[in-house]
């Protein structure tokens, strides 16, 4: 199995930047896709970025401030989140499928003054 361990979540005011890790441990393995999804209450869970066969993709959101990147060196990914809005609040959340899903355990973002 894969575990997945994020951090970087923390608080910070509108047009911070914040940039959340995810940190893969395990057997040896292949990813063959990422994404970093987020999940503010009472809202469904959204796709954020992802990195699928060699391309990201962004919601339209977040397009032009989040990057999503991996360093295969560290089996870790990131997400690297500029120009903060109050509505980027949300418990974000890592995912791999190598090929089976896995999950990390969520680290919140808080965008406030």
């Known amino acids: 199995q894969v575990q997945l361990v994020e951090s970087g979540g923390g608080l910070v005011p509108p047009g911070g930047s914040l940039r959340l890790s995810c940190a893969a441990s395990?057997?040896?393995?292949?990813?063959?896709?990422m994404a970093w999804y987020r999940q503010a209450p009472g809202k469904q869970r959204e796709l954020v970025a992802s990195?699928?066969?060699?391309?990201?993709n962004y919601a339209d959101s977040v397009k032009g401030r989040f990057t999503i990147s991996r360093d295969n060196a560290k089996n870790t990914m990131y997400l690297q989140m500029n120009s903060l809005k109050p509505e980027d609040t949300a418990v974000y959340y890592c995912?791999?499928?190598?090929?089976?899903?896995?999950w990390g355990q969520g680290t919140q973002v808080t965008v406030s003054s």
């Open positions: 995912n791999v499928k190598c090929p089976y899903d896995y």
């Open positions: 990195i699928t066969n060699g391309r990201t």
């Open positions: 395990g057997s040896d393995f292949i990813v063959y896709a």
